[in-house]
């Protein structure tokens, strides 16, 4: 098929761009090319993250890869006669993705290969950059392995932001005929997307983050949890398994440095709390997804009673660049404690949604505002959901919040996974409090009553402000029942829960107070 | 968990009568796979429609109008959340989140995504799905 006449046409297959029409435009694109009787390869690739301009086609040209977007397969005979093959203008035309204002801003070290390669290629992979931290990691040996992770400045990108360094020290440190590493890729935050875009894009850098992960503490083991919501993801990760398998890129003899790392993926089963890591470990272990008390740490007893390193999916795709390019050029990035880059998913109704990587630091408003273009409706920003589900609304006068750890903590708000979902001025903020106890009512492991039983007490709470009734004290009784969460939850889902409502109170008073009426009048705007 | 999810997909749901055979050949007792099976919402304990409809209720979706969305399909077919049309074509269900938030309101009908969701778009691939896709 490849040969030098033929030109390459990269066309994501990344769920989110199949979602608007990607496999049709792939198809149109080869009848198309084939009833004018010119030579075109299709190259599947994942996402470069610009999802408002999904589906994105790129064509190699003699001027480098030219994107046209968003594409739709009735634009396709028109494109062929613009002559987009050989990068000519069109109203679709992007231009070079690396110079789009929203790429060119990024700094790409996690997401460096997302979108460009075919994900299932090694050679690709290799011919990128794939392979060198681990090789690196082989000749440095695990201590020094842990120590440059730790040195990186990496936190957690799952949630709570631990630093990863001293997570592998602990497991490590630990004696056990059997370690495991455990990858938690139960994304289930509302507005993220960036594990399943490496997934889908990049699957063989998480495949090499974990195996120099399992280099670094000695575990032979590695499980890759996934969500049952993510089957294009599943399949794509188990193909380039099979493919590492076969490639010897897994197995006994690692590159034949005498490594050995077996890795398999397990899917989810709809279960939010699952993401909890030892809920996780539960599930794992094929049993209901109870969250297990803790001490004793995973990193100690983790899956099956043995030592475990259980990261989040980015966390450890971060892992082979930080290797690769040394853990002070990683650190050089970011401010205060938060060292790195972060994946940032901007979603929702938000103009330029996508997956924006950059050092911590920008403010919340340069990336609503700047970065995402505001709101797609155009109507004003009212808030801005950090975090997932289990994080704080903030509103406008909160936008010179710094993207960093410790400033987001300051004000209540999480970083989380890294999700942020922008809402317009329609949005009803006692509807999304309701929703955020019914979430939690639904979605508990049901092991803490505060949280179990709390839930959907606040659900019913909200329902009464909501009609009305005795607004100022069911508002009360909603910040009691909050604090009584709060504190009386084991894990983060009874334990935060209480964060978007709480700021949906306090920074929304206005769609708490005013329920004398059903029916809050809606903005004036609004049709 | 494997052996679930093969089953769910095979039969739609997990049978009753398999209960017992996977207690006995996982070495559980049978309240135990059944505690496994309730606690984990992909399992079903009855059949749903030959085409199952994921909506998406989660924030970035409700942020572009998803929650009407999901009401109006909801009313027009006269379903609740879970529920399969009379003639056991269509089943909705919730989910959360399926990844696709920044093309929302998002949606998977049989494993098909579907992104920058409205009414129309909605309606027409849920009669596709209903006609088998065959007008894909
Ligand atoms: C209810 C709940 C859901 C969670 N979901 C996820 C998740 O989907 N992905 C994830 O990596 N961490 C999730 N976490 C955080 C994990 O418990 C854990 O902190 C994380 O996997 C550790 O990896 P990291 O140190 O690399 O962040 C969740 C926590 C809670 C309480
Ligand atoms: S807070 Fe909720 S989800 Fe977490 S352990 Fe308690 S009951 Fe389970
Ligand atoms: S989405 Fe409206 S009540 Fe839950
Ligand atoms: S919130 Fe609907 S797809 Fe993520």
């Given at each position: 098929?490849?040969?030098?006449?033929?030109?390459?046409?990269?066309?994501?297959?990344?769920?989110?761009?199949?979602?608007?029409?990607?496999?049709?435009?792939?198809?149109?694109?080869?009848?198309?090319?084939?009833?004018?009787?010119?030579?075109?390869?299709?190259?599947?690739?994942?996402?470069?993250?610009?999802?408002?301009?999904?589906?994105?086609?790129?064509?190699?040209?003699?001027?480098?890869?030219?994107?046209?977007?968003?594409?739709?397969?009735?634009?396709?005979?028109?494109?062929?006669?613009?002559?987009?093959?050989?990068?000519?203008?069109?109203?679709?035309?992007?231009?070079?993705?690396?110079?789009?204002?929203?790429?060119?801003?990024?700094?790409?070290?996690?997401?460096?290969?997302?979108?460009?390669?075919?994900?299932?290629s090694v050679e690709d992979y290799k011919a990128a950059g794939g392979y060198r931290g681990l090789a690196k990691a082989i000749e440095a040996g695990g201590a020094a392995t842990v120590e440059a992770v730790t040195k990186s400045g990496l936190r957690g990108r799952g949630g709570a932001g631990?630093?990863?360094?001293?997570?592998?020290?602990?497991?490590?440190?630990?004696?056990?005929?059997?370690?495991?590493?455990?990858?938690?890729?139960?994304?289930?935050?509302?507005?993220?997307?960036?594990?399943?875009?490496?997934?889908?894009?990049?699957?063989?850098?998480?495949?090499?983050?974990?195996?120099?992960?399992?280099?670094?503490?000695?575990?032979?083991?590695?499980?890759?949890?996934?969500?049952?919501?993510?089957?294009?993801?599943?399949?794509?990760?188990?193909?380039?398994?099979?493919?590492?398998?076969?490639?010897?890129?897994?197995?006994?003899?690692?590159?034949?440095?005498?490594?050995?790392?077996?890795?398999?993926?397990?899917?989810?089963?709809?279960?939010?709390?699952?993401?909890?890591?030892?809920?996780?470990?539960?599930?794992?272990?094929?049993?209901?997804?109870?969250?297990?008390?803790?001490?004793?740490?995973?990193?100690?007893?983790?899956?099956?009673?043995?030592?475990?390193?259980?990261?989040?999916?980015?966390?450890?795709?971060?892992?082979?660049?930080?290797?690769?390019?040394?853990?002070?050029?990683?650190?050089?990035?970011?401010?205060?404690?938060?060292?790195?880059?972060?994946?940032?998913?901007?979603?929702?109704?938000?103009?330029?949604?996508?997956?924006?990587?950059?050092?911590?630091?920008?403010?919340?408003?340069?990336?609503?505002?700047?970065?995402?273009?505001?709101?797609?409706?155009?109507?004003?920003?009212?808030?801005?959901?950090?975090?997932?589900?289990?994080?704080?609304?903030?509103?406008?006068?909160?936008?010179?919040?710094?993207?960093?750890?410790?400033?987001?903590?300051?004000?209540?708000?999480?970083?989380?996974?890294?999700?942020?979902?922008?809402?317009?001025?329609?949005?009803?903020?006692?509807?999304?409090?309701?929703?955020?106890?019914?979430?939690?009512?639904?979605?508990?492991?049901?092991?803490?009553?505060?949280?179990?039983?709390?839930?959907?007490?606040?659900?019913?709470?909200?329902?009464?402000?909501?009609?009305?009734?005795?607004?100022?004290?069911?508002?009360?009784?909603?910040?009691?029942?909050?604090?009584?969460?709060?504190?009386?939850?084991?894990?983060?889902?009874?334990?935060?829960?209480?964060?978007?409502?709480?700021?949906?109170?306090?920074?929304?008073?206005?769609d708490f107070h005013t329920r004398n009426s059903p029916g809050r009048p809606l903005p004036a705007a609004a049709e | 968990m494997p052996i679930l999810h093969a089953l769910q997909e095979t039969f739609g749901h997990v049978p009753q009568d398999a209960i017992p055979l996977l207690a006995e050949?996982?070495?559980?007792?049978?309240?135990?796979?059944?505690?496994?099976?309730?606690?984990?919402?992909?399992?079903?304990?009855?059949?749903?429609?030959?085409?199952?409809?994921?909506?998406?209720?989660?924030?970035?979706?409700?942020?572009?109008?998803?929650?009407?969305?999901?009401?109006?399909?909801?009313?027009?077919?006269?379903?609740?959340?879970?529920?399969?049309?009379?003639?056991?074509?269509?089943?909705?269900?919730?989910?959360?989140?399926?990844?696709?938030?920044?093309?929302?309101?998002?949606?998977?009908?049989?494993?098909?995504?579907?992104?920058?969701?409205?009414?129309?778009?909605?309606?027409?691939?849920?009669?596709?799905?209903?006609?088998d896709w065959s007008t894909p």
């Open positions: 098929m490849v040969d030098a006449m033929s030109t390459r046409i990269f066309i994501p297959r990344d769920v989110a761009a199949l979602a608007v029409g990607a496999d049709q435009v792939a198809r149109a694109v080869e009848a198309q090319a084939a009833a004018l009787g010119v030579a075109v390869t299709i190259v599947r690739t994942g996402s470069r993250g610009l999802f408002w301009l999904e589906p994105m086609v790129e064509v190699e040209t003699p001027l480098g890869r030219i994107a046209y977007g968003p594409v739709q397969a009735g634009d396709v005979a028109a494109l062929f006669a613009a002559g987009w093959l050989t990068g000519a203008t069109h109203p679709l035309r992007v231009g070079r993705p690396e110079d789009h204002p929203f790429l060119a801003r990024q700094t790409r070290l996690t997401f460096a290969r997302c979108g460009i390669v075919d994900p299932l631990f630093p990863t360094g001293i997570k592998w020290k602990t497991v490590r440190d630990a004696v056990a005929d059997q370690k495991y590493i455990v990858c938690n890729a139960d994304e289930g935050d509302s507005g993220t997307f960036a594990d399943r875009m490496i997934l889908e894009g990049d699957p063989f850098c998480l495949i090499e983050g974990m195996t120099i992960a399992g280099l670094a503490v000695g575990a032979t083991r590695g499980y890759i949890y996934s969500r049952s919501e993510y089957p294009h993801a599943n399949a794509t990760m188990r193909a380039a398994l099979d493919i590492a398998r076969a490639a010897g890129l897994l197995g006994r003899d690692i590159l034949g440095s005498g490594l050995e790392f077996h890795l398999e993926l397990r899917v989810g089963a709809g279960a939010y709390v699952c993401g909890e890591e030892t809920a996780l470990l539960e599930s794992l272990e094929g049993k209901r997804g109870v969250v297990r008390a803790k001490p004793p740490l995973p990193a100690l007893k983790g899956l099956f009673g043995r030592p475990t390193v259980v990261n989040n999916l980015l966390s450890l795709a971060t892992i082979p660049v930080i290797m690769d390019l040394g853990a002070q050029y990683y650190a050089d990035f970011g401010m205060g404690r938060s060292r790195g880059t972060m994946p940032i998913q901007l979603a929702g109704n938000v103009l330029h949604g996508g997956l924006f990587e950059t050092a911590f630091g920008l403010t919340l408003g340069e990336i609503v505002m700047e970065v995402g273009g505001g709101t797609a409706s155009r109507r004003p920003v009212r808030a801005v959901q950090a975090g997932g589900p289990l994080g704080a609304y903030l509103p406008p006068s909160q936008f010179d919040t710094p993207y960093d750890y410790e400033a987001f903590a300051a004000r209540d708000a999480l970083i989380g996974h890294g999700g942020l979902v922008v809402f317009d001025d329609t949005v009803d903020m006692a509807h999304m409090a309701r929703f955020a106890m019914e979430f939690c009512a639904e979605e508990s492991c049901g092991k803490c009553t505060p949280c179990r039983i709390g839930s959907t007490r606040g659900a019913e709470v909200v329902d009464r402000i909501l009609a009305g009734r005795d607004v100022a004290a069911n508002i009360a009784l909603l910040e009691d029942l909050c604090n009584t969460m709060k504190f009386g939850s084991l894990c983060a889902l009874g334990g935060f829960t209480p964060y978007p409502v709480l700021s949906a109170i306090r920074h929304f008073p206005e | 050949a996982l070495n559980l007792s049978r309240a135990d796979v059944h505690g496994i099976v309730s606690f984990y919402h992909d399992f079903k304990e009855a059949p749903g429609g030959r085409h199952v409809v994921k909506l998406c209720r989660a924030e970035a979706c409700q942020s572009m109008g998803g929650h009407a969305l999901a009401e109006g399909l909801l009313h027009r077919l006269g379903l609740d959340w879970g529920g399969t049309t009379g003639d056991g074509q269509v089943t909705i269900e919730p989910v959360y989140c399926l990844g696709l938030c920044a093309c929302a309101p998002a949606a998977l009908i049989d494993g098909r995504p579907l992104g920058r969701l409205n009414r129309e778009r909605l309606d027409a691939a849920v009669n596709e799905a209903r006609n």
